[in-house]
């Protein structure tokens, strides 16, 4: 499922995704990607498969519990410098 295939960046820093990958993605012209830049290199996506990869990645998380326990940490580290 995996193809490791190199890619050239062209003028006005044009890549273009090989057949193969383009096909198994369903990638029709003029598709909308959306690139997210990582620390590994860059994820080329459909709007639709980030978006179920973000899920995936956040399922069975307590964003609202983190962030009130991140306020609490911050509060209190604040209270301790003044």
């Known amino acids: 499922m995996s193809d490791t ?3 050239q ?8 995704v090989p057949a193969s990958i383009r096909a198994r993605h369903r990638w029709e012209v003029g598709a909308t990607l959306v690139a ?3 620390e590994l290199g860059v994820l080329l996506a459909d709007r639709e498969a980030l978006e179920e990869f ?3 990645r956040l399922s ?5 519990g983190e ?3 991140d306020r609490r940490r911050e509060a209190t580290d604040d ?3 003044v």
């Open 79 to 81: 209270s301790a410098t």
């Open 9 to 16: 960046v062209g003028e006005k820093g044009r890549i273009v």
């Open 54 to 56: 973000v899920r995936a």
């Open 67 to 69: 962030l009130i326990a």
């Open 5 to 7: 295939l190199a890619v």
């Open 36 to 38: 997210v830049d990582t």
């Open 60 to 64: 069975g998380r307590d964003l609202l």
